[in-house]
C-alpha cells in the first residue's frame, strides 16, 4: 500500500521517519523539510504536485494544517478505492467528506512526534485495520469506537506544552536556588521520566500512587495540597474543557 503524503510538515516527517524504508510519496510543499526525507531515505519521492501524491498513492495522509484543508482538499481528485487518513486536528469527517467529494473511507489520527522513534501512542478514529497496522508498527494503536473518545484523547494531548512547562517552572525554581540549570534540568527530568515509567507499569490507580508517593504530612503532600487549594486543579480542568469546546468544533 503506498502512503501519500499531503502536507510535508513535522508530524509528516515523524511518520515518515519511523516508517522508513517504506515506499513514501511526499507533497513538495514543505521544501525543504521534504528534500532532508528525500536525501536520507531511498523509499521516499517529492511527487511534482498535490494531485501526483493523490495519483499515486492507495493511502493519502492529509497533513495540512486546519485553516488551509479545505481550499487543498476541495482542489485534489481522488479515486474510488483509496483511503485517507487524516492528521488535521479538530476537523470532522463529515467535512472532510464534504471537501473530498466522494464516500470513500476517511479516519482520522493523532499522531505524535514519538512516532519517529515507533514509540508513539496514537488514537484513530473509526477503527480500521490497515490504519492499526500502520500505526502499530509506528508504537501502539488505540482504536476508539465513538467520536467522542477521540475528542477526548485529542484533549489529553494538549497537555504537552504544560508538562514541558511545569518542568521549565521547576527548573527554574530549582536555578534561582543556586543550583546550576544543568544540574537542576538533569534532576527534574530524571525524576519526571521515572514518574512516568512507574505511572505507566503500575497495576495501582492514581490516586494511590499520589498518596504511595507522598509521607502523610510530608513534602509532598504539600505541594499537591497547595496546589489543589490555589486552584491549579481547577485551573487544569477549565483548560480541558475549553480545548474540548474548541476540539468538538
Ligand atoms: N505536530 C504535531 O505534533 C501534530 C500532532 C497531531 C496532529 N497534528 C496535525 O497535523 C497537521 C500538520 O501539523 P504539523 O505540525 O506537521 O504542521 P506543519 O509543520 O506546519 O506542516 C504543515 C505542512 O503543510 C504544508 N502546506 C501548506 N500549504 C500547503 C498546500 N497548499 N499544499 C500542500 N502542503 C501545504 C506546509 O508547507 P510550507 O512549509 O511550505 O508552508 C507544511 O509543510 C495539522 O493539521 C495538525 O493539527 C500535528
Redesign the pocket.
Known amino acids: 500500500m503506498t502512503l501519500g503524503f499531503?502536507?510535508?510538515?513535522?508530524?509528516?516527517a515523524a511518520m515518515v521517519e519511523g516508517l522508513a524504508p517504506d515506499r513514501i510519496l511526499l507533497?513538495p510543499?514543505?521544501?525543504s523539510?521534504a528534500a532532508d526525507l528525500a536525501a536520507r531515505f531511498a523509499g521516499v519521492t517529492i511527487a511534482a504536485s498535490?494531485q501526483a501524491v493523490v495519483d499515486g498513492s492507495d493511502l493519502v495522509v492529509l497533513?495540512?494544517?486546519?485553516q488551509?484543508a479545505e481550499a487543498?482538499i476541495r482542489a485534489l481528485r481522488f479515486r474510488p478505492g483509496q483511503k485517507v487518513l487524516s492528521?488535521?486536528?479538530a476537523t470532522g469527517i463529515d467535512h472532510l467528506q464534504d471537501w473530498i467529494g466522494l464516500d470513500l473511507p476517511v479516519i482520522r489520527a493523532?499522531?505524535?512526534?514519538f512516532v519517529a522513534d515507533r514509540d508513539g501512542v496514537t488514537p484513530i478514529f473509526p477503527p480500521d485495520p490497515d490504519v492499526a497496522a500502520l500505526f502499530d508498527r509506528l508504537g501502539t494503536t488505540v482504536e476508539c469506537e465513538t467520536r467522542a473518545e477521540f475528542d477526548a484523547m485529542a484533549v489529553g494531548s494538549a497537555l504537552m506544552g504544560t508538562y514541558f512547562g511545569i518542568l521549565e517552572i521547576a527548573v527554574d525554581w530549582l536555578t534561582r536556588q543556586g543550583l546550576p540549570q544543568a544540574a537542576a534540568r538533569t534532576y527534574m527530568t530524571g525524576l519526571f521520566a521515572s514518574l512516568g515509567g512507574v505511572a505507566s507499569d503500575s497495576p495501582l490507580d492514581l490516586a494511590a500512587l499520589r498518596e504511595g508517593f507522598s509521607t502523610k504530612g510530608g513534602l509532598n503532600e504539600q505541594v499537591f495540597r497547595v496546589f489543589t487549594e490555589q486552584n491549579g486543579a481547577t485551573a487544569l480542568t477549565t483548560a480541558l474543557d475549553q480545548v474540548a469546546a474548541r476540539v468538538r468544533g
Do not use: C, E, Q
Open positions: 499531503i502536507g510535508t510538515g513535522a508530524i509528516a507533497s510543499r514543505g521544501a523539510v498535490n497533513s495540512v494544517r486546519p488551509v487543498v492528521l488535521i486536528a493523532i499522531p505524535l512526534p
